[in-house]
């Protein structure tokens, strides 16, 4: 039986890195996870991924990266976006590289897996590979750094992630959008569909969680602190299924 299901947005944050596990920030450099890490993802598939649990892969309709190795090997590892093959467009170049680790029959001429710099990680700039301890020590006039307020020398402001998150954001829209029920007084109701269509956004903790926060209309300097773990699943959705009301969920139960 086909589940009806209403649009979500589930953010993944790739497995723990050397730099990770050291407390390095890590943008531009493409660090590789570690064993550890994909063994963290390979839990998080078996635990939130399959028919009938967290994310379906039925369910899916498109599934956006950052073109990192570390993010693109967590997308393998989770075995979304397998046809008959893993594919993936580039979306700054329109390259399109397949997965060694899937079958090799015919490739899909539009591939739902898209690598795009909307999810690269914030830029630290000077800060990159510093931990936050070091970071300090580089400001003795101002040591309590805070990334969604300071940005970063060198690297991003607030404002410019704000800018590149909103654009990936109003594209996601578009796509939840498409099949949306309009009540009287224009309400539009994001309903329960037999059509795929969640959203998977793969990518790295600082720019996640400021995904979130845009998500929901709030500033990244407002105060609010919202923290990925590595491998972990959050979830961004509807207040009753308004799409005037995007939300952060905080809990889901599993699925029957």
């Not at 944050?13 to 050397?18: F, I, K, L, P, Q």
């Not at 990680?121 to 040591?143: C, D, T």
């Amino acid at each position: 039986m086909v589940r009806n299901i209403s649009a979500r947005v589930f953010l993944i944050r790739h497995g723990e890195t050397s730099w990770s596990v050291g407390g390095k920030h890590a943008s531009f450099t493409d660090v590789p996870m570690s064993r550890e890490g994909e063994r963290q993802v390979e839990e998080t598939r078996d635990c939130y991924i399959g028919r009938n649990k967290l994310i379906d892969p039925e369910n899916v309709v498109r599934i956006y990266v950052c073109p990192q190795q570390r993010t693109k090997r967590t997308v393998e590892i989770l075995e979304l976006g397998v046809q008959s093959q893993q594919n993936f467009l580039d979306r700054d170049d329109q390259s399109k590289t397949v997965s060694p680790l899937t079958g090799s029959q015919g490739a899909s001429s539009e591939p739902m897996i898209q690598a795009t710099s909307w999810l690269n990680e914030w830029n630290y700039g000077e800060y990159e590979g510093l931990s936050l301890a070091e970071i300090s020590a580089r400001r003795p006039q101002s040591p309590d750094w805070v990334i969604w307020k300071d940005g970063c020398p060198g690297g991003e402001a607030p404002e410019q992630i704000t800018t590149r998150l909103d654009e990936l954001i109003a594209e996601i829209r578009q796509n939840i959008e498409k099949s949306v029920t309009e009540w009287p007084g224009g309400l539009q109701i994001s309903h329960a569909t037999r059509s795929a269509r969640d959203i998977v956004c793969v990518g790295h903790g600082h720019i996640l969680a400021a995904l979130a926060l845009r998500w929901v209309g709030m500033p990244l300097d407002h105060g609010m602190r919202l923290l990925m773990e590595p491998s972990s699943v959050a979830v961004l959705s509807f207040e009753n299924d308004d799409l005037g009301r995007p939300a952060i969920s905080l809990g889901r139960r599993m699925m029957r």
